[in-house]
């Protein structure tokens, strides 16, 4: 069965970190905006970089992160999407283009996320995933996978966090309420170990 499932939450929520297990274990895309538009942060667009919107914690302009999923999807026999749609526009030209499986929220609280996206370090050579005191390295500062220096995401200092989760309520919370209105949305609670908030997502995704 391919599964085309999407991943809905606010910053800090944990869609990467459940994202690329979902993808790892269904052995389906991982597609999420974010990583691409960080590979792509000095491209220059008419609208300007995508760096000078992320830095800031506003959202990139539509045309530049639809072209993007859309060659992401086109290909894909199966997929997780992770960081999009973040607005209803977004959400109306993901119907277009393709049907969806499962439609996951995962909720946390809002001092949690700030929490995990001030403590979050990523790993500068591969790109894994660490949090100061959730998920540390075995030794500080460096990548267990690789040896790679341990750096904070620009955006994750705790005045563009908090700035990332206004836009978050204002623009992508009513994106939740259209699949919560139409009877898709599955909400689970992401405040637990991340192997424990695994297991939620697959009864879901398979029930
Ligand atoms: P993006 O990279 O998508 O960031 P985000 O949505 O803000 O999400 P995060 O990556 O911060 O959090 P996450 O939910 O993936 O959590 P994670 O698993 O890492 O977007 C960045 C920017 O790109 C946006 O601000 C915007 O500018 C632009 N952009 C992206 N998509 C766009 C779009 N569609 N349209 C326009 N612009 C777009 O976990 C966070 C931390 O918590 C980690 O340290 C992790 O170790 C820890 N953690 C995870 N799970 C748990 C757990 N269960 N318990 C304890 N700690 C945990």
Do not use: W
């Amino acid at each position: 069965m391919s599964h085309r499932i999407l991943l809905l939450g606010a910053p800090g929520a944990g869609k990467g970190t459940q994202s690329a297990k979902l993808a790892d274990e269904y052995g389906v895309e991982h597609v999420t905006t974010g990583d691409a538009l960080r590979a792509n942060k000095e491209m220059e667009t008419e609208y300007g970089t995508p760096k000078s919107f992320m830095d800031a914690g506003e959202l990139v302009p539509d045309p530049v992160v639809n072209e993007i999923v859309k060659a992401a999807l086109e290909d894909a026999d199966g997929f997780v999407l992770d960081g999009y749609p973040r607005n209803l526009d977004q959400a109306e030209y993901l119907s277009e283009i393709t049907d969806l499986d499962a439609v996951v929220l995962l909720d946390v609280d809002e001092e949690v996320l700030v929490d995990r996206l001030t403590g979050r370090r990523v790993c500068d050579d591969c790109g894994a995933n660490y949090h100061v005191d959730f998920q540390p390295p075995e030794e500080p500062g460096v990548c267990d996978e690789c040896g790679g220096d341990l750096v904070q995401r620009e955006d994750d200092t705790e005045e563009t966090a908090r700035e990332r989760l206004e836009v978050f309520y204002d623009n992508t919370e009513p994106v939740v309420d259209h699949f919560r209105d139409e009877g898709v949305l599955v909400e689970v609670d992401g405040e637990a170990t991340p192997d424990e908030v695994f297991e939620r997502i697959r009864d879901v995704v398979e029930n």
